[in-house]
């Protein structure tokens, strides 16, 4: 089976940098995605990792090693609107292309 | 606004109730999902369709039924559901192909809620 652990709970400051973490179990890794789900809404796509690196878009970044069945979701010059909860997926090759297994989530408070 | 729509937002049903469940995506995908997300818990994958054809039925009660009448229409039919059925139901579509990331859009979800 897959296993998937992300923090519950994490808080920052607005204008700081926040890292949430991700680890993962899966014998035939196949991607890591990150998602963004705000209250009452739906889950909005920010990342996809294959390859071990660092993958950057505008504030967010995302970083994978696949030998340490590990990610991490990097988001720089917190805003407001930055508090939400990211949900950290993975897909592996043995249960099929287009299922994701998702961790529980990380719920970001970001204040003032 | 993520081009997938689910109707109705909310719903509130008794045990003894039938009901179902819309979602309508408007991105030419050709895969569509259901998932259940339930308080403190993950994302639950129940079912897949690829070009209209189930691919996946993660071990679902028969409580739930799915349909998927073309590449853009999926419903979720309900019945006799237990208070525990309880949560937000998403729906999720993408690329059908078998090679890319092909990243799910999700819709808004509905809320059910069974008394």
């Known amino acids: 089976g897959q296993n998937i652990d992300q923090p519950t709970e994490m808080t920052a400051t607005e204008g700081a940098i926040v890292q949430i973490n991700c680890t993962y179990q899966t014998s035939g890794f196949n991607g890591l995605f990150w998602y963004q789900q705000h209250a009452g809404e739906a889950p909005t796509f920010l990342s996809y990792?294959?390859?071990?690196g660092l993958e950057e878009k505008g504030r967010f970044s995302s970083f994978l090693s696949r030998s340490k069945g590990y990610s991490y979701l990097l988001l720089k010059e917190l805003q407001m609107k930055d508090s939400a909860s990211y949900l950290c997926a993975v897909r592996d090759r043995g249960t099929g292309f287009q299922k994701l297994v998702f961790g529980t989530g990380t719920r970001l408070l970001v204040s003032p | 606004e993520t081009g997938v729509t689910q109707t109705p937002r909310h719903l509130v049903m008794g045990m003894t109730n039938k009901k179902s469940l819309k979602c309508e995506q408007h991105?030419?995908?050709?895969?569509m999902y259901w998932y259940k997300q339930s308080a403190k818990k993950p994302l639950e994958l129940m079912f897949v369709?690829?070009?209209?054809?189930?691919?996946e039925n993660n071990s679902v009660p028969s409580r739930f039924s799915p349909e998927c009448p073309n590449s853009s229409h999926l419903f979720l039919h309900l019945h006799t559901l237990q208070p525990e059925d309880s949560a937000l139901y998403l729906c999720?579509?993408?690329?059908?192909?078998?090679?890319?990331?092909?990243?799910?859009?999700f819709g808004p979800g509905t809320r059910l809620t069974v008394t």
């Open positions: 369709y690829n070009f209209k054809e189930q691919t």
């Open positions: 991105l030419g995908h050709n895969a």
């Open positions: 999720a579509s993408s690329q059908g192909d078998t090679s890319g990331a092909y990243e799910q859009y």
């Open positions: 990792n294959v390859l071990d």
